[in-house]
């Protein structure tokens, strides 16, 4: 009896350009690609995810990947910008805490404290930028948002086909419009806290105009912290739902239905 193997380099092919393609997306998406989990989770991870999804997408490519090497290097090259693209949207869209952490330090006195960022492997960040970030991360878990990252990583055989056009164009677009939206949700995020810097300095000018002999600095500082973690305290939940909605809209670009 003759075992026939001939089949076993096509279906290695497949497997390796939707790895390449998923293993670029789950090293750059959130929540599942943070920089804090260890290459070797985030590799298994991304094995996982190929494993599981290769008797669905497999369907989407050609059946004569290996006839030709140069048509496999295309394909290749295809995946890896597919799975950039895709990644690095989801990642964009999580720095916007950060960089509202950073403008609300700002204006509560604490721009120079900082600390450890555990959600982004650990580099050095604001305070509050590092406490959204850990926060938001763990919110993506509890309210079931990472879903929406496996259903980006799935559907995104569907919106673009193996060995199709790749719109580059598009994907430059939308990276400039994820940019340009990172920035808007960090300032509405932090826009009580403009204002709350805004009407505290200006009092503590017309403060110390009309009481020269005072102190302003040793008196300013601490007000202005407590204010500020009451501020954050206050608005924490408004916060982090205003987030996880842009969160789940950007992904939801790469969800097809």
């Given at each position: 009896?003759?075992?026939?193997?001939?089949?076993?380099?096509?279906?290695?092919?497949?497997?390796?350009?939707?790895?390449?393609?998923?293993?670029?997306?789950?090293?750059?998406?959130?929540?599942?690609?943070?920089?804090?989990?260890?290459?070797?989770?985030?590799?298994?991870?991304?094995?996982?995810?190929?494993?599981?999804?290769?008797?669905?997408?497999?369907?989407?490519?050609?059946?004569?990947?290996?006839?030709?090497?140069?048509?496999?290097?295309?394909?290749?090259?295809?995946?890896?910008?597919?799975?950039?693209?895709?990644?690095?949207?989801?990642?964009?869209?999580?720095?916007?805490?950060?960089?509202?952490?950073?403008?609300?330090?700002?204006?509560?006195?604490?721009?120079?404290?900082?600390?450890?960022?555990?959600?982004?492997?650990?580099?050095?960040?604001?305070?509050?930028?590092?406490?959204?970030?850990?926060?938001?991360?763990?919110?993506?878990?509890?309210?079931?948002?990472?879903?929406?990252?496996?259903?980006?990583?799935?559907?995104?055989?569907?919106?673009?086909?193996?060995?199709?056009?790749?719109?580059?164009?598009?994907?430059?677009?939308?990276?400039?419009?994820?940019?340009?939206?990172?920035?808007?949700?960090?300032?509405?995020?932090?826009?009580?806290?403009?204002?709350?810097?805004?009407?505290f300095y200006f009092g503590l000018g017309l403060l110390n105009k009309l009481m020269p002999q005072m102190q302003i600095f040793?008196?300013?500082?601490?007000?202005?912290?407590?204010?500020?973690?009451?501020?954050?305290?206050?608005?924490?939940?408004?916060?982090?739902?205003?987030?996880?909605?842009?969160?789940?809209?950007?992904?939801?670009?790469?969800?097809?239905?």
């Amino acid at each position: 009896m003759t075992i026939q193997l001939d089949f076993l380099p096509q279906i290695t092919a497949i497997f390796l350009l939707m790895f390449a393609r998923l293993g670029t997306m789950v090293m750059l998406l959130p929540a599942l690609g943070e920089s804090s989990i260890p290459p070797r989770i985030r590799l298994t991870i991304a094995l996982g995810v190929t494993l599981v999804l290769y008797p669905v997408a497999s369907q989407y490519y050609p059946p004569d990947l290996t006839v030709n090497s140069a048509r496999l290097l295309v394909f290749l090259g295809s995946e890896l910008i597919i799975g950039f693209a895709i990644g690095l949207c989801g990642k964009l869209i999580s720095t916007a805490l950060q960089t509202a952490g950073v403008i609300m330090a700002n204006q509560s006195g604490l721009a120079f404290a900082f600390g450890a960022d555990l959600a982004n492997g650990g580099q050095q960040g604001t305070l509050f930028g590092n406490y959204l970030s850990l926060l938001g991360m763990t919110m993506v878990f509890v309210t079931d948002s990472h879903y929406l990252v496996i259903a980006a990583l799935h559907d995104s055989f569907t919106l673009f086909p193996p060995g199709g056009f790749v719109p580059v164009g598009d994907f430059a677009d939308n990276a400039t419009k994820t940019v340009a939206e990172v920035f808007s949700i960090a300032l509405r995020m932090s826009a009580p806290f403009i204002v709350m810097g805004l009407v505290f300095y200006f009092g503590l000018g017309l403060l110390n105009k009309l009481m020269p002999q005072m102190q302003i600095f040793f008196i300013a500082m601490p007000v202005n912290i407590a204010i500020g973690f009451f501020l954050l305290m206050a608005l924490l939940g408004t916060l982090i739902t205003f987030y996880l909605e842009h969160f789940e809209a950007a992904l939801g670009k790469f969800i097809a239905g």
